[in-house]
């Protein structure tokens, strides 16, 4: 009998990871594209107002949604030992909480200096929902599972509870952002060409990243 060889990619096999860290760079890129070449760049403090909202895609695809993915995988991709990899996986969400909290103050500094009302989009309800919810994850995580308080068998009961509420957040965020390049397409008045092609494709790619990275952890 004919021995037939096939080549099997696993869930939550190196393969979807490899697959995320791609989908998550090549989003990162279309990002700068889009605000570098047809946006006028990021300023935090420049007078030209779009220029300080540029900010807050820039920081809340690269800070928060690719740096939270990294650290979602960060259990299957370091090359170290559990606490070697708890460690980097606490280190990279808590910069991509701070990344995010700037990419919040940057959209709340744009409408205050185009004097647009706040809070007054799904997306923004969405947005304060996710980061919220982020921060209290971070915050309940520490607790759990750095400090000795936390008896072992506790730990493992929150465990999973941790993991699925991780991955939950990671999609609310996904959707909040897709959300948010929908609306400044709307906004913008695009009716297509290149500079919409450019955004469809962002948001293309973060879909397949929060793919990627959820087949990896599951
Ligand atoms: C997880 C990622 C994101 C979060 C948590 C988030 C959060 C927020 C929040 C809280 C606001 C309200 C600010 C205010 O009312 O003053 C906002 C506004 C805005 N965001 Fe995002 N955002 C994210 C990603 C994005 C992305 C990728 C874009 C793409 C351009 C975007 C576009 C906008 C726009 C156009 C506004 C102003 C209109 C509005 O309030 O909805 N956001 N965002």
């Known amino acids: 009998m004919a021995l037939i060889q096939t080549t099997r990619i696993r869930v939550g096999s ?11 760079v090549i989003a990162v890129i279309l990002m700068l594209v889009w605000v570098f070449h047809y946006r006028g760049g990021i300023d935090l403090d420049s007078q030209d107002s779009e220029r300080v909202f540029n900010v807050h895609p820039f920081l809340m695809i690269f800070g928060f949604i690719f740096v939270i993915g ?30 995010g909290v700037i990419g919040i103050y940057a959209v709340f500094k744009y409408h205050d ?5 706040d809070m007054y989009t799904l997306h923004s309800w969405l947005g304060i929902t996710t980061i919220c919810l982020f921060g209290l ?19 493992a009961r929150i465990a999973p509870w941790h993991a699925s509420f991780g991955v939950c957040i990671f999609v609310m965020a996904i959707c909040t952002a897709e959300m948010g390049l929908a609306e400044k397409f709307i906004f913008s008045g695009l009716t297509g060409g290149n500079q919409a092609n450019v955004i469809n494709a962002t948001g293309y790619m973060i879909f397949l990243f929060a793919v990627s990275v959820i087949l990896t952890v599951v």
């Open 14 to 24: 190196p393969a979807t990871a490899v697959a995320a860290h791609l989908f998550g």
């Open 137 to 155: 994850q971070w915050v309940f995580g520490f607790l759990s599972f750095w400090l000795p308080v936390t008896r072992g068998s506790a730990r």
């Open 70 to 99: 990294e650290a979602l995988i960060a259990y299957k991709t370091i090359p170290a030992d559990h606490v070697g990899q708890k460690t980097c996986h606490s280190i990279l969400n808590l910069i991509a909480f701070i990344i």
């Open 113 to 117: 200096r185009a004097q647009i009302s």
